[in-house]
Each structure stands twice: as structure tokens, then as C-alpha cells.
């Protein structure tokens, strides 16, 4: 189920190099279905929307307007389901927007000694849309964590869209979207949605930025939107790095790559240890708990298409080896983590500490969980509110700082052959 590898081993960089084989193949017959979808989107509107979610959500709405949730049914939808799941939503809402609230941005400027003022106008985006996946489970936390920062950006309308088997969305996710604030919710999913969203139709408004998780075809449809629309990130499957050492507990270690294996077959799960004794009960405490997990079939596609438990020679290299790896979420199960943090620089999210389970971090640590996959973490950071805010400079020279600048600017635009641009600068020259 789960290859062990070693560091020592003469095939080690050739197997290890296979599992950082993470690229995203872009198949041609999800290329097509996106491109198609988006197509029929673009030229039919609410019509090729309704002939997709009849298709792909068997509902057959009679017309757009049902695609759209009531107000009424989005907050109703808290007193139907259970009180503990209830309560559960409203405290990791209250533990997420704590910690967005953190990072907001505010404008700013600065000023010299001759009076210019310089700066940066920080603005909320005017109207985003949030996608929140379906399919195989239900994320009513995707709601939370791409809603949330949104709102407290303060952008003025969020649009979101889920895919509804049968007409009906997931009363959880339903009451996610309108503790986190969701201004509309439509039940459109896939490519389709997104297309939706990027260019609107005459039921669904266009935006201005979509966000959240989903499918390869989802994935390739917002691939082929951006710079119609800004996005977050391309998100592929989930990813889970847990460096461990000798005092780690291994039961603790095999359900964490357990949680993360169990989203999808095409997820990676990866344990990485300088003690071979820890190793070798990791595998022992996975064989153990496999059978008694309902979703072991996913999770044993996943660990034997993607998965590893890799002997390293110290903590040293297996930093290393994570670095190479630059996972979603980076597990540090070791008796001192803060010693070792500095040895890393690649990580969507860093989990400090035998207590820290990742699944906490997907739920109601506080931190965002939408998060860069596929090697991404080398580039990219997780989704926060910096994503739903823009910046415009501001430059406000007095007379003396633009006759300073001048003769700066005229000889620049004269190295690059832009004339026109010299004399307009030098026209501010003082007289």
C-alpha cells in the first residue's frame, strides 16, 4: 500500500524523483470539455447553463431563475441542520474571519522632504466569485474559507456556485454560504460555472476575480479565463508532507496521511523520517487502520499511486527533501519543530508540533485552507484577503520634486529612444 523509500539507496533519486512527478497533465479531452463548455457558455448564456446542469447535475430546471437560491432558503438552511454542526460552523467562522482580519491592508502614504507624497491606494474588488467543489463530499469549510477573507476585504457583492445533484445543494453548505456572507448562490458547477462567472450571463452576474477549488475541468476552465477575470490559483489534488522522528506517535502519523489520502485517488500523502524503526511502525499502524476507514478504497489508490514513507539519513535532509516536494500542507511531528522551521522554505501551510493536525488547519485553526498544490508553495501563498484587494499608486510630486525628477526621467526616455517622453517630462522643469 505504502512504498517505503531510502535516502541510502542507490534507486532512491529515481523513485523520488517519480513521486514529485505532480505536473497537472492537461489532458485533451479535459482541454475540449472546458473549451467547449466555456464556448456554449459565452454564446447561449443561461441556455447552455441549463443544458449542463441537466446534463451533469441530472436537474432539469424549468427555467435560470431556479439555478439561484432563494434568500429565504439560504437562511433557513442553519436552523435545518444539526445544532452541533450548527455551532461547529459558527466557530470556525468566528476562528477564520479573527485570523483575516489580521491581514488586511490599509492605504498609505509617504512624504518628502520637498512635499511630494507618494503611496498606495488599497481598494476592495467590487464583485468576486467563489466556487465551492462537489462531487465526492460536500465542503461547506471551502464556503467559510473563500467567503470569510472576501468579506473582510470588503468586496461589495460575492457570487457563489456549487454543483447540486438533483437540484439540491448540501444543506451544510448552503448554511456555510450564508453564515460567511454570501451575497447570491447558484447551483451551477463544473466548467460551466466558471465561464459563468467570468463573462456572465443574464441570470449570472460577471465578476471580477474567482476563487476556490475544484476539478480538472474546473482547473482548466479557470486557466483559460484569467486576464478575463483575475484567479487564485490552478489547485490540483491535495497534498500532505509529515516529517516525523523517533518520538512521534506512529498511529498519530499513518491518520494523517489517512485524512489527506482519503480526498481524492489522485492525492499525495508522504511521511518522511530519519528512523527507520519509525518507519517501519508507520507502515505497521497503516496496515492496521486501513480497513476500519469507510473511504480506504480512495485512500489506497491514492497511497499506492502517490503516497511513501521515506527513510532520510537526518532531519537535516528530510527538510530537504520536503523542500524539493514544496507541499500543500507540511506536518512537522518532531520533537523540537521550531528548530527545524528555518530548514524550510517551501510549504503551503506549516503545522508545528504533534498536536497540530492538518485536518484541524482544514476546519477551524483559523488560516486559510485554500492553499497552492503541485509544487506551487515554491511561488505562491495561501488564499487571504490580499486576494480580494488592489492597489493603485499614488504619486502626488510638488512643483520642486517634479523639477528635481525631471532631468532623471529625460535622460532615461532618451536612452530608450522615447522622445515624446523626455519633453514631457522636461516640461516641468522650473522656469
Not at 152 to 172: H, R, S, Y
Not at 185 to 209: C, E, H, N, R, W
Not at 244 to 253: L, S
Not at 296 to 313: D, F, N, P, T, Y
Request: proline share 6%; net charge positive; hydrophobic share 50%.
Amino acid at each position: 500500500m505504502l512504498p517505503l523509500l531510502d535516502s541510502s539507496s542507490a534507486d532512491f533519486e529515481a523513485r523520488f524523483t517519480r513521486l514529485l512527478a505532480r505536473d497537472q497533465t492537461r489532458a485533451r479531452e479535459v482541454e475540449t470539455a472546458a473549451a467547449a463548455a466555456i464556448d456554449a457558455v459565452r454564446r447561449d448564456g443561461d441556455a447552455a447553463l441549463l443544458d449542463y446542469t441537466a446534463r451533469f447535475d441530472n436537474y432539469r430546471a424549468a427555467d435560470a431563475a431556479q439555478l439561484e437560491v432563494p434568500r429565504a432558503k439560504m437562511e433557513a438552511a442553519l436552523s435545518e441542520i444539526s445544532k452541533p454542526l450548527a455551532r461547529a460552523l459558527r466557530a470556525a467562522a468566528r476562528r477564520i474571519a479573527k485570523f483575516h482580519r489580521r491581514e488586511k491592508q490599509k492605504s498609505w502614504v509617504m512624504r518628502e522632504p520637498d512635499g511630494s507624497r507618494l503611496g498606495q491606494l488599497v481598494m476592495p474588488l467590487e464583485r468576486v466569485g467563489v466556487y465551492v467543489p462537489g462531487g465526492r463530499a460536500a465542503y461547506p469549510s471551502s464556503a467559510l474559507m473563500s467567503i470569510i477573507p472576501a468579506k473582510v476585504a470588503g468586496v461589495g457583492e460575492v457570487i457563489m456556485a456549487a454543483p447540486a445533484p438533483g437540484g439540491e445543494l448540501n444543506p451544510a453548505v448552503l448554511a456555510a454560504a450564508a453564515l460567511a456572507g454570501a451575497d447570491r448562490v447558484f447551483t451551477i458547477g463544473g466548467a460551466q460555472a466558471i465561464a459563468a462567472l467570468a463573462y456572465g450571463t443574464a441570470s449570472v452576474p460577471a465578476v471580477d476575480k474567482i476563487v476556490g477549488p475544484g476539478n480538472a475541468y474546473v482547473a482548466e476552465a479557470k486557466r483559460r479565463v484569467f486576464g478575463k477575470v483575475g484567479i487564485d490559483v490552478i489547485a490540483g489534488p491535495s497534498e500532505v508532507v509529515v516529517i516525523c522522528d523517533r518520538a512521534a506517535r506512529a498511529e498519530w502519523v499513518a491518520a494523517d496521511l489517512f485524512a489527506q489520502a482519503e480526498h481524492d485517488p489522485g492525492a499525495q500523502a508522504v511521511a518522511i523520517t530519519d528512523s527507520r524503526k519509525t518507519a517501519d511502525a508507520v507502515l505497521r499502524a497503516a496496515e492496521k487502520l486501513l480497513p476500519q476507514l469507510p473511504r480506504r478504497e480512495i485512500i489506497s489508490q491514492s497511497l499506492a499511486a502517490h503516497g511513501a514513507v521515506i527513510k532520510a539519513a537526518s532531519l537535516r535532509e528530510a527538510a530537504e527533501l520536503s523542500n524539493r516536494i514544496a507541499p500543500e500542507h507540511l506536518e512537522l511531528m518532531v520533537a523540537r519543530p521550531r528548530a527545524l522551521l528555518p530548514r524550510i522554505r517551501h510549504a503551503g501551510a506549516i503545522f508545528l508540533g504533534a498536536h497540530n493536525a492538518e485536518a484541524l488547519g482544514d476546519y477551524c485553526a483559523g488560516p486559510n485552507h485554500v492553499l497552492p498544490t503541485a509544487g506551487a508553495a515554491r511561488f505562491s501563498s495561501p488564499l487571504g484577503v490580499w486576494d480580494f484587494q488592489k492597489r493603485s499608486n499614488l504619486i502626488a510630486l510638488s512643483r520642486a520634486g517634479a523639477g528635481k525628477l525631471a532631468p532623471v526621467a529625460a535622460e532615461l526616455a532618451r536612452c530608450e529612444g522615447l522622445d515624446a517622453h523626455a519633453r514631457a517630462a522636461e516640461c516641468r522643469l522650473p522656469r
